[in-house]
């Protein structure tokens, strides 16, 4: 089947300007997870979804990210007023989670991830 | 606080040496642990988890809570495991990736 996708692969914006990503998971899994990947870095935990709830908001960077999810599915993550050290590979993943109560104890599957650029 | 540590960003093994690529984590509850893999091209992916306990492609791994470390060990390495190590645990409401080793592996 499909795995997951992202949209768009790249996205080149100008500093002040927000930017709207988007992340398609595998079709049945329940959890869902954005990172974040800055150049030289590992990946950054920005926020998990258990169906269209998430838990803890705590590792998204500022207030002028913020992400939601709908009907269990589609997951969109949007960084308002652009500033230059948002530029990175953001990533989501989806996985089936199980009945351990913890996060990411099944595997996570990633998308491409989307390659933003703030001019 | 730091989750997870690597302290290696790169390594290059010749081929047929063993290899191992090293991960110390804090954690103050029973952690679980994982390893990622991202080969040229290719998508971050699942290597292995502690819990398992299992070997995947020769590789192996296994937690030392005495050091708090989850060390990824393979005794022969090949051409084909040259990729990009992340070392991973999950902990409450927020999964912690290390800053990942890019492995190469000589031929």
């Known amino acids: 089947g499909a795995g997951v996708s992202q949209s768009p692969s790249n996205k080149v914006t100008e500093k002040g300007k927000d930017v709207e990503l988007r992340c398609d998971p595998i079709?049945?899994?329940?959890?869902l997870y954005w990172y974040r990947q800055s150049l030289g870095q590992g990946l950054e935990f920005l926020i998990y979804?258990?169906?269209?709830?998430?838990?803890?908001k705590s590792g998204l960077p500022s207030d002028r990210f913020s992400a939601e999810r709908t009907g269990g599915s589609v997951s969109t993550l949007t960084i308002q007023r652009t500033q230059q050290e948002d530029s990175a590979v953001y990533l989501c993943?989806?996985?089936?989670?199980?009945?351990?109560?913890?996060?990411?104890?099944?595997?996570?599957?990633f998308g491409p991830g989307t390659r933003l650029t703030v001019l | 606080a730091q989750r997870v540590t690597q302290p290696e960003k790169l390594l290059s093994v010749f081929k047929g040496a063993p290899v191992e690529l090293k991960c110390n984590y804090s954690?103050?509850?029973?952690?679980?642990l994982f390893w990622y893999v991202q080969y040229s091209r290719q998508r971050l992916q699942l290597l292995l988890r502690?819990?398992s306990r299992e070997s995947i492609k020769g590789f192996t791994a296994d937690l030392n809570k005495g050091e708090t470390s989850f060390h990824l060990k393979k005794p022969f390495a090949q051409e084909e495991d040259s990729a990009m190590y992340y070392c991973?645990?999950?902990?409450?409401?927020?999964?912690?990736f290390g800053t990942g080793t890019s492995l190469t592996v000589i031929p």
């Open positions: 079709s049945g899994h329940t959890a």
């Open positions: 993943a989806s996985s089936l989670e199980g009945t351990s109560g913890r996060i990411g104890t099944d595997t996570q599957y």
């Open positions: 502690h819990i």
């Open positions: 954690y103050s509850g029973s952690p679980e």
């Open positions: 991973a645990l999950s902990g409450g409401n927020q999964f912690y």
């Open positions: 979804f258990q169906g269209n709830s998430a838990p803890d």
